[in-house]
């Protein structure tokens, strides 16, 4: 089945303990994105990456790092989580095309930093 | 990126067609009207797309007006599962840079 999954899928953790969010797809796609949405602001890019090994800032970049390494892959890196990253996050995944119209977007993975 | 404004909330009664409005004056002739939604917190769903012609598919009808300034998603009989936040985006390319969902319309299909 053709998806995009994120792990973990809830998460509560303290403020300052480095973490990692994993997204994988299946879908061979070329572009992955990180989302977060927050109360009333509608879903904000973070990151995104167009090929593996190729990275850039979204609308809200400050404090995540992401990588590519692999096609499939695409983490969310939170070295130093502060409380205002408390939010709903989602990854997605696109072909790089012009005949391409949909992302796919993971469950979601919801994380509160006490 | 053309900027779009939707209604913040509507109503509709099950069974009915939902038609749910997207305004975007500043929408440029190579810029796509696309359409997802999200059911309570899931990731979001595209639903459908369009450049100039009305578009159909098994999920709704895309209607776009004659001048591209405004567009309307129609669900043509409204079931409970249809219950969700409806974005309307218009963008050049489904990826990218910025690629921002604004705060849509929530429908609610009310039985």
């Known amino acids: 089945e053709a998806q995009v999954t994120q792990n973990p899928r809830y998460l509560i953790t303290v403020t300052g303990k480095k973490l990692t969010v994993t997204c994988s797809q299946n879908m061979n796609h070329e572009y992955m994105s990180w989302y977060r949405q927050d109360p009333g602001l509608g879903l904000r890019q973070i990151y995104y990456s167009m090929n593996v090994e190729v990275t850039d800032k979204g609308d809200v970049p400050e404090g995540y790092k992401v990588s590519r390494k692999e096609k499939r892959n695409f983490p969310l890196i939170l070295e130093s989580p502060s409380p205002n990253q408390t939010s709903l996050y989602f990854c997605a995944s696109s072909l790089v095309s012009r005949n391409s119209y949909e992302q796919y977007f993971g469950p979601g993975t919801r994380l509160t930093v006490t | 990126d053309a900027k779009t404004t939707q209604p913040p909330s509507m109503d509709c009664a099950e069974g009915r067609a939902a038609n749910l409005p997207c305004n975007h004056s500043t929408i440029s002739g190579n810029e796509y009207v696309y359409w997802y939604r999200q059911i309570h917190s899931q990731g979001p769903q595209y639903i459908i797309h369009?450049?100039?012609n009305n578009e159909t598919n098994e999920m709704a009808s895309l209607i776009i007006t004659e001048d591209r300034k405004s567009s309307t998603l129609i669900l043509p009989h409204a079931t409970l599962r249809d219950t969700a936040v409806y974005y309307c985006i218009v963008r050049v390319d489904n990826y990218g840079q910025n690629f921002v969902f604004g705060p849509g319309t929530r429908l609610s299909v009310l039985p």
């Open positions: 369009g450049l100039k």
